[in-house]
């Protein structure tokens, strides 16, 4: 079964150096191709996929680019350096001299796991919030289960912020309220295809401007239920246009309109040059 979309599509959010993608990553870069996604963001969660991901970027010019960042699951391993590197990352040039890596992130706060105390999360955000204002970097941000802590230090930094995504949100309307109010963008992924676990989520996403709109696949994980029988377990950036259609219709809206915004927003957001 194959899912494409005629407009084309840019997937903000793919965890692409997952060791789920290490035997057939150019395959998955293909079919993505195939299915009218004309342009990756691949996340950087720790110093090691940012390094990676920004390698992936390199390879890739004009098609993959990268985030560095320090994902809130690993803000123990946030130390004096990490800043230095991370910056090191973030001039990273291809050979042409474009930009590689376009954002800091993901980072944020995660109080639903709790994998890195939360004091060493809360220390470690705010530092690269620091890093992005001062590189003029958009973030790309995490938040679970840490509203209130989050809009906070977020709320601290926004000001000097170029652009800020809150990235596979699922939050509720006044959750969203909060992220619209501070000028955020939302990356809203195929969670909202999971009619469990999504009604928050659905009642919010029709409130999001059109304009602060982003779409994402976070693969390889939240693969759309309706993929399972053709994909198993893993989720891949060639089924982004089902979170298109999904979005499409909780708005209410066109599926073309709402791939010509959502590709528009990510090209601007990001400053992607070329796809
Ligand atoms: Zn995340």
Known sequence: MSFASEEPLIDIGVNLTHRQFAKDRS??????????VVAQVVTGTSLATSRAAALLARDHV???????GIHPHNASEFDAASLATLRTLLAERGLAGEHLVV?????????DRDF?????????????????AELQKPVFLHERAAHADFLAILGEHRQSLRGAVVHCFTGSPAELDGYLGLDCHIG??????????????RRALPRVPLERLLIETDAPFLLPPQAKKSHGRRNEPALLPLVLDG???VMGRGRQEVARATTGNARRFFGLGGC
């Open 116 to 132: 890195s105390p939360r004091e060493a999360q809360r220390r470690c955000f705010a530092a690269q919030l620091g890093l992005a």
């Open 247 to 249: 979005v499409a219709h």
């Open 103 to 111: 954002a800091v992130g993901e980072c944020g706060l995660d109080y």
């Open 62 to 68: 004009g098609e993959l680019w990268a985030t560095a």
């Open 27 to 36: 395959q998955v870069i293909e079919r993505a191709r195939a299915a009218g």
């Open 188 to 201: 809203v992924t195929g969670w909202l295809l999971d009619e469990r676990r999504a009604g928050d989520l």
